[in-house]
């Protein structure tokens, strides 16, 4: 399965079933992070078989089921739009690996969630992780209209990057992004909302791999 295809058959799942991730994919999801951390300075960790995290009940939004794995997303202050980008490269890739994922801000027990913290640093958010009891369901999506200014006369590419980013899992599903493009030049702009700078990160990641990086340039 190539990075497109993991993207385009990756929907949200909060039931998994009883069945342990094999040791050869924890190995390979545990290189995967320690590349993205050298990289940049986040400090992402992987927890197998600890049943704390998602041991709760009393929430208001998406109880999950049977969900023992999780990446704890951790990092220094201010790195927001950095955990975007670089989760959802971890979740495309458990994607490829034939597992299901979700990401989760508040439907977990905080207390319950081993990770470790250096100074200056802070959990951001965690992602579910495991073999799904369904592949999930799509999601509804606003227009490319009302999320770009893409038109007939825009190029290829670009119109491609947006199939891609409407497809990113955003807070709530509300997709409070928007991305313009001018002479090969694009602007991603997050509107004010929860997560919002966290998912602009996650719509980035995914209008790179629709579009090819080698065919524009992020606005500065």
């Known amino acids: 399965m190539t990075?497109?295809?993991?993207?385009?058959?990756?929907?949200?799942?909060?039931?998994?079933?009883?069945?342990?991730?094999?040791?050869?994919?924890?190995?390979?999801?545990?290189?995967?992070?320690a590349e993205i951390n050298d990289k940049t300075g986040?400090?992402?960790?992987?927890?197998?078989?600890?049943?704390?995290?998602?041991?709760?009940?009393?929430?208001?939004?998406?109880?999950?089921?049977?969900?023992?794995?999780?990446?704890?997303?951790?990092?220094?202050?201010?790195?927001?739009?950095?955990?975007?980008?670089?989760?959802?490269?971890?979740?495309?890739?458990?994607?490829?690996?034939g597992l299901n994922t979700c990401w989760a801000k508040s439907s977990f027990k905080k207390s319950g969630v081993t990770f470790e913290q250096n100074p200056?640093?802070?959990?951001?958010?965690?992602?579910?992780?495991?073999?799904?009891?369904?592949?999930?369901?799509?999601?509804?999506?606003?227009?490319?209209?009302?999320?770009?200014?893409?038109?007939?006369?825009?190029?290829?590419?670009f119109k491609d990057g947006m199939e891609a980013a409407m497809l990113a899992p955003t807070a709530i599903n509300q997709q409070r992004f928007y991305l313009s493009e001018k002479d090969g030049v694009v602007t991603a702009k997050a509107k004010f909302s929860i997560l919002t700078h966290m998912d602009l990160g996650i719509v980035k990641y995914n209008f790179e791999i629709g579009a090819g990086k080698e065919n524009f340039k992020w606005a500065e």
């Open 3 to 33: 990075e497109l295809e993991a993207l385009k058959n990756r929907h949200s799942v909060r039931s998994y079933l009883n069945k342990p991730i094999e040791e050869e994919k924890v190995a390979l999801l545990n290189e995967k992070v």
């Open 42 to 97: 986040l400090h992402i960790q992987l927890l197998i078989n600890e049943p704390k995290c998602f041991a709760v009940n009393d929430v208001d939004y998406g109880v999950f089921k049977n969900c023992t794995n999780y990446f704890t997303m951790v990092g220094p202050k201010g790195m927001d739009e950095e955990v975007g980008y670089y989760g959802q490269m971890l979740v495309l890739y458990a994607q490829q690996l």
């Open 120 to 157: 200056g640093e802070k959990l951001y958010i965690v992602i579910a992780l495991g073999y799904g009891e369904t592949q999930g369901h799509e999601r509804k999506t606003k227009s490319m209209e009302a999320l770009s200014n893409c038109t007939e006369s825009s190029p290829q590419w």
